[in-house]
């Protein structure tokens, strides 16, 4: 197995044995690399050596919050020019980032097509979306269901027959639009119960009423419930990120996902209110937060998790250190983060205390 990143300074660690995904053993790891069972490297021409390419990069959103599928053009390119000299074929390709309906056949496939490959005969080219929960330990990528969704029925059935080599169970869909819209559909389910119980968190705490024990009195119902906690707002690569791919693609439709819309303006909006109760408790005391030193508990963005990416503890700590707060941090899993131009480190409780 090949890994392809244009990061040299990640292959070399990768290739040394060092892994910087959380839930991967590193004794696991690096027996992997000792057998030679895998190796990163940077050189575009170990793609030729590869059967099977699967694109798994990110696809962030640009400052106006629309799509950026730079990354996913710039694999697809990489992989067209493989394939143009590549003398191993057919290659089956599957793109795991999440993105949009038809993004599969409206951007990747163009630029596969374009070096004068076919589909089906050439190449085979399908979706099928990562589904990793990190800090998970029930939940991994063998025993997690795999969905695959084809370009082609045939192009569906050969990426299905890939996977079922390594995970436990594999559905396949009718389609590659199908699969990127169930994909859509997991994340925008689970950011808008969040952004329903931020919302009632609110108005709990508006109306004095303790909304953990509304919750937790609401979850003994044991049908037609799932139980979502507040928080001070969206973190990670996906739920912040995904449900806009969806309304974005939706306006080409002429349909306001106002859903997600509203979810999303009640999630974003949760690092201000977190930072009101802060306030809040310093004024108790007679104090004020300006010049106050604020303990921040956690700096990934959930629990059991080394990921920092786009955690609302990062809003949360600049609105306090503009109000005057001195900030200390500790977070059991991130040995140290940059913020703010500057390193911080997770300081122990003992010396805090």
């Known amino acids: 197995m090949i890994g392809f990143d244009r990061d040299q300074n990640r292959c070399e660690s990768l290739?040394?044995?060092?892994?910087?995904?959380?839930?991967?053993?590193?004794?696991?790891?690096?027996?992997?690399?000792?057998?030679?069972?895998?190796?990163?490297?940077?050189?575009?021409?170990?793609?030729?050596?590869?059967?099977?390419?699967?694109?798994?990069?990110?696809?962030p959103?640009?400052?106006?919050?629309?799509?950026?599928?730079?990354?996913?053009?710039?694999a697809s390119h990489s992989v067209a020019a493989d394939l143009e000299f590549s003398s191993r074929f057919p290659k089956l390709v599957t793109?795991?980032?999440?993105?949009?309906?038809?993004?599969?056949?409206?951007?990747?496939?163009?630029?596969?097509?374009?070096t004068d490959r076919v589909l089906d005969e050439d190449f085979f080219l399908a979706f099928s979306p990562e589904r990793i929960d990190p800090g998970n330990s029930k939940w991994n990528i063998g025993n997690i269901p795999k969905l695959v969704g084809g370009v082609t029925a045939l192009s569906g059935e050969l990426a299905a027959l890939f996977y079922r080599q390594f995970i436990c169970e594999v559905m396949e869909l009718s389609s590659s639009?199908?699969?990127?819209?169930?994909?859509?559909?997991?994340?925008?389910?689970?950011?808008?119960?969040?952004?329903?119980?931020?919302?009632?968190?609110?108005?709990?705490?508006?109306?004095g009423i303790d909304v953990w024990e509304v919750i937790t009195a609401a979850?003994?119902?044991?049908?037609?419930?799932?139980?979502?906690?507040?928080?001070?707002?969206?973190?990670?690569?996906?739920?912040?990120?995904?449900?806009?791919?969806?309304?974005?693609?939706?306006?080409?439709?002429?349909?306001?996902?106002?859903f997600i819309e509203l979810a999303g303006k009640v999630n974003i909006n949760m690092p201000y209110f977190v930072e009101s109760k802060v306030i809040e408790a310093p004024n108790m005391e007679g104090k004020c937060l300006k010049g106050s030193q604020v303990l921040v508990l956690g700096v990934a963005y959930k629990t059991d998790s080394d990921d920092t990416r786009g955690s609302p503890a990062y809003r949360i700590m600049s609105?306090?250190?503009?109000?005057?707060?001195?900030?200390?941090?500790?977070?059991p899993y991130v040995e140290s983060f940059e913020f703010d131009g500057e390193e911080l480190r997770s300081e122990p409780l003992t010396q805090i205390y």
């Open 219 to 258: 979850a003994t119902k044991p049908f037609g419930y799932m139980t979502f906690w507040p928080g001070p707002g969206l973190g990670g690569h996906c739920i912040p990120v995904d449900p806009f791919y969806l309304s974005w693609k939706a306006r080409e439709f002429g349909f306001p996902t106002e």
């Open 61 to 74: 959103l640009t400052p106006s919050r629309d799509p950026d599928l730079s990354f996913v053009r710039a």
């Open 177 to 207: 639009r199908a699969a990127e819209m169930a994909k859509l559909l997991e994340n925008i389910f689970r950011a808008v119960n969040i952004a329903l119980v931020n919302e009632l968190w609110m108005l709990c705490d508006r109306m």
């Open 319 to 331: 609105l306090l250190r503009a109000d005057g707060a001195s900030l200390v941090c500790h977070d």
């Open 95 to 114: 793109l795991e980032s999440t993105s949009y309906p038809g993004t599969t056949e409206e951007v990747v496939m163009p630029i596969l097509t374009a």
């Open 15 to 59: 290739n040394l044995g060092a892994t910087f995904i959380g839930g991967i053993p590193q004794e696991d790891f690096r027996t992997i690399i000792d057998d030679g069972r895998f190796r990163a490297t940077k050189d575009s021409d170990a793609l030729d050596e590869c059967d099977v390419v699967t694109i798994c990069v990110s696809t």
